[in-house]
């Protein structure tokens, strides 16, 4: 029985290590994402903002 607990604990301490280092991992992907979709959205927004001063008014 005490094989069992010593497994099961060993088993949650190396979980929670892993998950701790695969947090700073996620992090570093989410900002990456973050930066290249914050990219994508200037890109896009400042082409129509241009192509639309760019239109004659048509009063």
């Known amino acids: 029985m005490d ?8 088993m949650v301490v190396q979980t929670t ?3 701790l280092e695969a947090r ?3 992090g570093l992907v989410a900002a990456a ?3 290249i979709l914050a990219a ?3 890109w896009h ?7 639309w001063r760019g239109r004659p008014d048509e009063d």
């Not at 094989?3 to 060993?10: D, K, M, N, T, W």
């Open 17 to 19: 290590s892993l998950l």
């Open 45 to 51: 927004g400042t082409d129509r903002l241009i192509s």
């Open 33 to 35: 994402l973050a930066a």
């Open 24 to 26: 700073q991992l996620i």
């Open 40 to 42: 994508q959205l200037g």
């Open 3 to 10: 094989s069992v607990v010593s497994l099961l604990l060993g």
